[in-house]
């Protein structure tokens, strides 16, 4: 299997208990791909217990593990560029530690990458959350080709734990930004593709597993902030076309909503409108869904 191209899983984790770190490691031992480095990344060193457990599941493994433990809880994005620091292969693809990947997904990806202009190959997956039957992220045919303008209304890319990447468009695109708040894998999906053309595999190849109150989507105040950043980073494109401003808007006004600032989704609303009147279906959705999180019990903390 030398012959094919490199891979490196990057596995980062932070306080997870050890039998679902390993039940993400073992997915990758699965692949029916065999050239895999695995790299596992704890992001929580003060936890001594925890920390020497990682470290002999790492050595007893039936895979060579290389097994990073950071100086100090720094955070994903901090431990995910680690994790690219260390890697040696061609392609890079992380895996959150209570997320799992199908078996055929990093052979399907690899081969997804036939022409040099790709840089970035993702794919459809499971969501199992906590209490309801496993379902399927969407069922629409996403993006491929150049997507920065899809992608800037539209996070359609989703969770680090199942895009591939190409090492040397993570080096070129900066890795992930520390100072972002919230929205990490879309600050960093967007400067991605600026640079490279992607792929899209309509199958689901993963298994994203949500917890209730375990995600970052459970602070809006973060999300509220992630989303202005990207704003405000990219404002000057936004002003030259309007439609993707206001379907930008759009995704931003949930955030809002969900942290009770209806002040402010108002604001955004009216504003939204302003841009683009002719998206008749997208501004009803919006309102309705104003309205009915402003009249919910669940607004209520």
């Not at 002999?56 to 720094?74: A, D, E, G």
């Not at 989507?217 to 076309?241: A, C, L, T, V, W």
């Not at 989704?265 to 009216?270: F, G, H, M, N």
């Amino acid at each position: 299997m030398d012959k094919f191209p490199l891979v490196s899983a990057i596995v980062t984790t932070y306080k997870r208990p050890i039998e679902i770190v390993q039940k993400a490691l073992q997915s990758i031992v699965n692949q029916d791909y065999e050239n895999i480095e695995i790299i596992l990344v704890n992001d929580a060193p003060e936890e001594e217990e925890l920390s020497v457990g990682l470290e002999n599941l790492s050595k007893s493994f039936p895979r060579k593990i290389q097994y990073i433990k950071m100086k100090q809880n720094s955070g994903a994005c901090a431990a995910r560029n680690k994790g690219i620091e260390r890697a040696t292969g061609e392609f890079i693809a992380f895996l959150d530690d209570d997320d799992e990947w199908c078996t055929q997904k990093i052979r399907k990806q690899v081969f997804s990458f036939n022409d040099i202009k790709i840089g970035l190959s993702y794919c459809n997956f499971w969501i199992k959350e906590e209490g309801k039957e496993i379902r399927i992220r969407t069922e629409n045919l996403l993006p491929s080709g150049k997507v920065f303008n899809q992608l800037l209304e539209k996070n359609h890319i989703g969770s680090s734990s199942f895009p591939m990447i190409r090492k040397s468009v993570a080096i070129d695109a900066g890795l992930f930004n520390l100072n972002m708040p919230a929205l990490q894998d879309w600050d960093f999906w967007l400067r991605v593709t600026q640079r490279c053309e992607t792929v899209y595999l309509d199958e689901p190849l993963g298994i994203y597993y949500f917890y209730k109150g375990d995600r970052i989507s459970s602070y809006p105040e973060k999300r509220i902030k992630g989303f202005e950043n990207i704003f405000r980073q990219y404002k000057d494109y936004f002003e030259k076309n309007s439609n993707i401003q206001a379907n930008y808007i759009a995704e931003g006004i949930t955030f809002y909503v969900n942290g009770g600032d209806f002040k402010s989704a108002i604001s955004l609303y009216k504003k939204m409108i302003f841009k683009d009147k002719k998206n008749i279906k997208r501004n009803i959705r919006i309102l309705v869904k104003i309205i009915v999180r402003f009249f919910s019990p669940a607004k209520i903390v």
